[in-house]
Structure formats: C-alpha cells, structure tokens
C-alpha cells in the first residue's frame, strides 16, 4: 500500500504557489485568510495519499494557474465557477466508470472530491490578485466554488416529456475527521454514483439528480439547504436526503425535530440551540418523513436491514426534562432528538421536509430521510494509526451500501406511484 510522507510546512508552500505574479504587487486591501480547520488537515499524509491515488491532485494547481492568470474579478468569478463544477463533473465520472481512473483507488470513492475541493479553497482564500478584490467578493468567489463543486448548481431534470420521473438525492462530506482521517462517507459515495442516472423500476423509469453538502453548522444556518433545494422541490417525485447513520443497518427516519445537539462539525464547532430557520414563529417543532417507509422496510433492497425508526428525543408539554419516546413525539412537546438524531443528518432532514410543508407540499411529494449503515474498515485495517487508506472489505461495505440507496429509491418510488393510483 503507498503512503506519502508530507512535511507541516509543505501545505503553506503549496498554497503560495503560484497565485501571485512577482512582478505586480496585490493593490491594498483585505489581506488572504489563514488556512480553515478543514483546509489544514490537507497537511496529513493520508489526505495527499488519496489525492495522489485518484489524480485529484492535479485540480487544485490547475485551480492556482487560472486564478493567477485572472485580469480582474469577473474573469475570476468564471474560474472559479467553471473549476468548481469541473470538479463535481469529474467525480461524477469516475464514480460511474467514465473517463480515466488517475490511480489506483477505486473508483467508488468520495474522498477525492472532498480533499480536491479543499484544497482548492485553500488556494483561492490565499489568492492574492493584481487588482482590489473585497472581502464579500473574495467570500462570494469561496460560496460559488463550494456549491459548484457540490452539484448543487448542477441538478438539470429532464421535460416532463421525456417520460421520466424526477428524483433529488443529496449526500454529505466526510465527517469525525480528527477521529480518523481516512474516512469516507458513503451517502457522499451514493451522491456521485446516483448523479445523472436513470432508476428502472416496474412503474417506469426515474431520473435522479444528487447534490452533496458540507458537515459545518454555519453553512445550514446560512440557508444552504433551503437555497440549494427550493427551486427544484416543486419539481421532483420524490426527495431523500442521505447520511450515515447506524453500524449494520438503514434506517428510514420518521420525525425530524428542531433541536441542535452541539456536536462538533468539521471545523470543531458546536451548535446548540432551536434550529435557525426563516420565519421563527410559524416554526414547528417536527417534521414527519412522507416516504413511504413500510414498503421500503418491507422490500428486498440489499444485505443490511432496513428498519422504520420512529424514536424522538422530547421534552413533553409541561415537563422539565427530555425524554425517550420510542413511537415518535407527543403533542405539544420540545425536539430534543429526532429518529436522526440532534446533528446534521436531522438537521438536512428537518429543513427539506420544512421546506417541503412550506411550499405546500407535502401530501403531494414523497419526501424524507434515509440513514445509511457506518461504513467501516476491515477488521485489521480499524486502528487509524496504523491502517491504510482503503481495503477490499471497506470498498465491498461502500458499494454495497450504495447500491442499496438506489434499490431504496427504487423501492419508495414504486410505492408512491401505487399510492397515486
């Protein structure tokens, strides 16, 4: 198994590469911001590792030649938008088999994206322009670059001509990090298979389109999702928001609450508190999955078990402490946990069914989220200190994984047509 040995200081030479011209000084004006949390971690061995194995290295110094190349903001803000979803297109490709591999890790694989887009923020936030550029502009270039490389400007349905039912997926980034750097995540993985692909059911086909999303607070309190999701809503059959969940298992979870946990997010900081939306007031404390779970808990999907998971976390109307409620919440209580728990997953979950109601659809648009199995590493490949970045078992886990998110979706989509009548 290769392994790269990457020094502390070669990230910061890295960023600088590049992204000034000598002969012209940057004109006066908000100086380039330090690594984030996230971007730092491309120090470590095991993120270069992937890069270098997938060929997801070459994206960013790409990304540094253009910017630098850049005459003045316009040309930068079409760079950035073009190599951002460059990017998307090009994990989108190699989940499903086209074009070149660039190395050796399979194909499958989510974290190239994730360390390639990284990397390539870290080299936009050094960037250091021959013309003024301010910090809302510098911020607009960072928010373009992360919603291009996500899909999320990307999702294009078929006409309704065409025959074929419309499907939104999205995914999340690798998250836990710290815990250990190698790890992936397979609803990212099950994003970039699923992206653009036709679903063959018995009721008929279905196009689905798939986004993925970042584990950091500030960008769902920011109205990412909402932004991300409300034009296309009114026009899909079916939604599931995707994470992993559970060891072993799916689970199709069957309240979404209102509450932030405090967990860290992938740049270490926690949120506590009542999930911030727009319009507070008419804010609920619970949203309800309009999958059609008992179908797809019922239906041969794949080797892990699908389970209905109706358990909530409350506080009930008139008490002072949270309580365990396995069959859902009682009326008038206080979200402390929904089925998916108190982080992001229940967040993503709570948003998009929210939002869902909010344009007054939900008994129309089979909608909810799926929790994916924890997607581990062979038995003697555990130890994060000692493992290597992939083995058979963990490629084997994620693929089956994936393709039993499809199944799902196959599943919950002939149910709903028979529901339709």
Same mark, same amino acid.
């Given at each position: ?52 194995? +997938? ?12 910017? =630098?190349?850049?005459?003045? &903001?316009?040309? /930068? ?20 088999? #086209? ?14 994206? &994730? ?25 607009? %270039?960072?928010? +373009? ?32 990090? !710290?815990? !250990? ?45 909402? #932004? ?9 059959? %079916? ?25 860290? !997010? ?60 396995? !069959? ?80 799902? %979706?196959? /599943?919950?989509?002939? =149910? ?6």
């Amino acid at each position: 198994m290769h392994r790269i040995r990457v020094r502390a200081g070669i990230l910061g030479l890295a960023l600088a590469a590049g992204l000034s011209s000598p002969a012209a000084a940057a004109p006066a004006g908000p100086a380039p911001a330090p690594p984030t949390v996230e971007e730092q971690r491309l120090a470590q061995a095991v993120p270069q590792e992937i890069l270098a194995r +997938s060929g997801f290295g070459t994206a960013a110094p790409r990304f540094a030649r253009l910017l =630098a190349a850049s005459p003045s &903001y316009a040309s /930068a803000r079409r760079v950035v938008a073009r190599e951002g979803s460059a990017l998307w297109r090009r994990a989108v490709d190699r989940a499903q088999g #086209r074009g070149p591999a660039g190395g050796d890790l399979s194909r499958d694989d989510d974290r190239p994206l &994730y360390w390639a887009r990284l990397d390539m923020t870290s080299r936009l936030r050094a960037w250091k322009p021959p013309f003024a550029v301010t910090e809302r502009q510098r911020a607009a %270039l960072t928010d +373009s670059l992360e919603r291009t490389s996500r899909g999320q400007g990307d999702i294009r349905f078929p006409r309704r001509s065409e025959g074929l039912r419309r499907v939104l997926v999205t995914g999340f980034d690798p998250f836990t990090l !710290d815990r !250990d750097v190698r790890i992936s995540n397979p609803s990212g993985a099950a994003a970039l298979a699923l992206d653009g692909t036709v679903i063959r059911t018995a009721d008929g086909p279905a196009r689905v389109e798939a986004a993925v999303f970042p584990v950091r607070w500030r960008d769902f309190a920011r109205g990412a999702v909402e #932004r991300a999701l409300r034009p296309q809503l009114p026009l899909v059959d %079916l939604f599931a928001t995707v994470s992993q969940g559970r060891v072993g298992r799916f689970d199709v979870e069957r309240a979404n609450g209102a509450w932030r946990g405090g967990f860290a !997010d992938n740049e270490n900081i926690g949120r506590t508190g009542t999930i911030p939306v727009a319009d507070p007031a008419s804010q609920p404390q619970w949203t309800t999955t309009t999958l059609p779970y008992a179908a797809v808990t019922a239906a041969d999907t794949g080797r892990f078990p699908v389970y209905d998971h109706p358990e909530v976390t409350e506080i009930p109307a008139g008490g002072a402490g949270p309580v365990v409620r396995p !069959d859902g919440p009682t009326p008038g209580s206080a979200a402390r946990a929904g089925g998916g728990g108190d982080y992001l997953s229940n967040e993503i979950a709570y948003r998009a069914t929210l939002l869902r109601d909010r344009l007054g659809l939900h008994d129309s648009l089979p909608g909810g989220h799926v929790h994916t199995p924890v997607l581990e590493f062979a038995a003697g490949n555990a130890d994060p200190a000692t493992g290597t970045v992939t083995d058979a078992e963990f490629v084997r886990n994620r693929l089956d994984i994936v393709a039993q998110v499809r199944a799902i %979706l196959a /599943a919950a989509l002939g =149910a709903a047509e028979r529901a339709r009548g």
